[in-house]
Nanobody, 127 residues
Framework: HVELVESGGGVVQAGGSLRLSCAAS????????MGWFRQVPGKEREFVAS????????DYADFVKGRFIVSRDDAEDTGYLQMNDLKLDDTALYYC????????????????????WGQGTQVTVSS
């Protein structure tokens, strides 16, 4: 069983930055990818970014390209989402997620392909 604990959310003015962290527990921790998603009330959870746990290769939704940076620290079993130039539309509950180690394939932008989720951390961008 994997537990994910997120931190780093908060209230920030438009144009500001936040860094979210996602710490995994349940050693040994093995995953192929960590995904970041966000959700606002009344809307479906949407893909934000992902990072290959093996290579560190990132993948981004178009609306965050050039603003967000996803990374991971393999030694610390922690993933990060650096969010810069935040916009009002970035206000949401942000989640990190990983697939179960038994999954043979994960479509990184598909929330249904992730099995373990953090509790979510609220990001609010104010004008």
């Amino acid at each position: 069983h994997v537990e994910l604990v997120e931190s780093g959310g908060g209230v920030v003015q438009a144009g500001g930055s936040l860094r979210l962290s996602c710490a995994a527990s349940g050693r040994p921790f093995h995953t192929t990818v960590m995904g970041w998603f966000r959700q606002v009330p009344g809307k479906e959870r949407e893909f934000v970014a992902s990072v290959s746990w093996i290579s560190g290769t990132p993948d981004y939704a178009d609306f965050v390209k050039g603003r967000f940076i996803v990374s991971r620290d393999d030694a610390e079993d922690t993933g990060y989402l650096q969010m810069n130039d935040l916009k009002l539309d970035d206000t949401a509950l942000y989640y990190c997620a990983v697939p179960d180690s038994t999954r043979e394939w994960t479509t990184v932008a598909d929330a249904n392909d992730y099995d373990y989720w953090g509790q979510g951390t609220q990001v609010t961008v104010s004008s």
